[in-house]
């Protein structure tokens, strides 16, 4: 069964929303330039409310690794999603920090920037647990999913423009580990229940 990844999550209505339909995954922003960004303890009075079977994706850029461990510590994010110019080496870092500070594997995703395959390759060989597949960053487009090899090792999110109407075709033609949406489940920037509603049911009907 395809995963299921709702982003931007900010406002407690939002919470209400996935808690009622139950996605995989829900992603809390914390990076100042995006529209999206919530604060360290704006996250953590939301993730209160989360339904325990959830998982809380954090989504950062070129991020301090402690801000990461710490939120991880605390029990706001149970994985990170890095969207800048991190290395291999600042990964490998990160998860020696959250098995040396907080006990246990902090899994990473790694998002791309798909202009052609050779990011893709480049990243098969990595420590991180997933890859995300985009367009860019947070520019709500879908990109040429033909640049996808069947080949790919390492599971991964499917991102850039996905909604209701297209999310089906997307999974029938890449078969992703997860699809990740954000501005497809949104109305003038606000999450709209009805569109989280219509892209989970699609999703979840697809695999029965």
Not at 30 to 43: D, G, L, Q, T
Request: hydrophobic share 40%; proline share 2%; aromatic share 10%.
């Amino acid at each position: 069964m395809t995963r299921i990844k709702i982003c931007g999550i900010k406002r407690p209505e939002d919470i209400n929303i996935v808690n009622k339909y139950k996605p995989d995954y829900i992603g809390f922003v914390f990076f100042k330039k995006s529209h999206r960004n919530i604060s360290v303890i704006k996250a953590q009075y939301l993730n209160s409310f989360l339904d325990t079977h959830i998982q809380c994706v954090g989504v950062f850029v070129n991020e301090d690794y402690h801000k990461i461990i710490k939120l991880f510590k605390l029990g706001i994010i149970d994985l990170a999603q890095l969207h800048g110019n991190e290395t291999e080496e600042y990964i490998k870092l990160l998860k020696k920090s959250a098995l040396e500070k907080v006990g246990k594997d902090l899994k990473i995703i790694k998002a791309l920037e798909i202009i052609d395959d050779k990011e893709i390759f480049k990243w098969q060989s990595s420590c991180v647990d997933y890859l995300l597949l985009d367009n860019g960053k947070g520019t709500g487009k879908t990109f040429d999913w033909t640049l996808i090899q069947e080949n790919i090792e390492k599971p991964f999110f499917l991102a850039g423009g996905l909604n209701s109407d297209n999310v089906i075709n997307a999974i029938k033609t890449i078969n992703p580990f997860a699809v990740d949406v954000s501005s497809g489940t949104e109305t003038n920037e606000v999450k709209d229940e009805e569109k989280i509603k219509k892209f989970i049911n699609n999703v979840r009907n697809l695999s029965k």
